[in-house]
């Protein structure tokens, strides 16, 4: 059974940090991070794989920190310096090995972020 349980979300004002987690059932081959703001497309914001490589959207290189706990199949988003246009709603992401070798994504079911100014 596949579940990515998220946590973390909440209301925060300008400047402050958060950290979300999200478990994860499952052989991970890629995890992260994707945010969708109100009207807007949803987007990608940090993936990690499960050898360690990184990826950061511009927005928020050098403010947000992406790492994995491979023993607790956990993806960690450190957020730090948060802006409000960093509000929305972030979805944890899993590329899941299938029993045939190739590759699934999973969502989770979204945890919102506020940022007030």
């Known amino acids: 059974q596949v579940q990515l349980v998220e946590s973390g979300g909440g209301l925060v004002q300008a400047g402050g940090s958060l950290r979300l987690s999200c478990a994860i059932v499952?052989?991970?081959?890629?995890m992260g991070w994707y945010r969708q703001a109100p009207g807007k497309q949803r987007d990608v914001v940090a993936t990690?794989?499960?050898?360690?490589?990184?990826m950061y959207a511009d927005s928020v290189k050098g403010r947000f920190t992406i790492s994995g706990d491979t023993a607790k199949n956990t993806v960690y988003l450190q957020m730090n310096s948060l802006k409000p246009e960093d509000t929305a709603v972030y979805y944890c992401?899993?590329?899941?090995?299938?029993?045939?070798?190739?590759?699934?994504?999973?969502w989770g079911q979204g945890t919102q972020v506020t940022v007030s100014s």
């Open positions: 992401y899993a590329d899941l090995w299938t029993s045939d070798y190739t590759t699934s994504p999973y």
């Open positions: 990690i794989s499960s050898g360690g490589t990184t």
């Open positions: 499952g052989r991970i081959s890629l």
